[in-house]
């Protein structure tokens, strides 16, 4: 059994809820779990590993998990790092594998990251904000296939063994 954090960046709170996805399939694979806002997160030690994810605001994380990564990065080196990104709102991380943007890219190497994956986002039609409420006339939904989370969750526990 793992002690495993999972923290997470997200404004309208559906990267909130990928995180909880993960945590419960890592728990019903037998591991210890805490799934945390990386803005409420206290400590990354203590953890066996550590999945950070963020939704994608302009190709970068969420801010929030930038700044846990970057608090926290002799911690997380030291550790077992996967990393997650939630965003395109179309049907295209479902159907293959996106890479990290440049931005995650760079934290995935500076923390040593094993993996990356990209799950699809949601947007609501009514999301209030600009440039949000704009986009959301044309991209208003919800693309994050559990399914594939779950996956990927499954996966990543089979590699903490
Ligand atoms: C202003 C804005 C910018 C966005 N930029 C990107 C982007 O660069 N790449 C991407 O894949 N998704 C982008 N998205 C989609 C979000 O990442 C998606 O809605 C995600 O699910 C948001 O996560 P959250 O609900 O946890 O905040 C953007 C959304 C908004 C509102």
Do not use: C
């Amino acid at each position: 059994m793992a002690r495993v954090l999972v923290a997470y960046g997200s404004k309208r709170g559906s990267t909130a809820e990928i995180a909880e996805w993960i945590g419960q399939t890592l728990r019903e694979e037998g591991h210890q779990v805490d799934v945390l806002a990386a803005g409420a997160a206290r400590d990354a030690r203590g953890y066996d590993a550590v999945i950070l994810g963020g939704g994608l605001y302009a190709r970068r994380w969420h801010r929030d998990v930038q700044r846990f990564a970057r608090r926290h990065a002799t911690t997380l080196r030291a550790v077992s790092v996967w990393l997650f990104s939630s965003g395109p709102l179309d049907h295209s991380a479902v159907e293959r594998d996106i890479p990290p943007t440049p931005n995650v890219a760079r934290w995935s190497a500076r923390l040593e990251a094993l993996g990356h994956a990209t799950f699809g986002g949601r947007l609501a039609e009514d999301a209030a904000g600009f440039p949000a409420s704009s986009m959301a006339r044309t991209m208003a939904g919800d693309f994050r296939d559990r399914a594939h989370i779950e996956a990927w969750a499954k996966a990543v526990a089979a590699e903490l063994g």
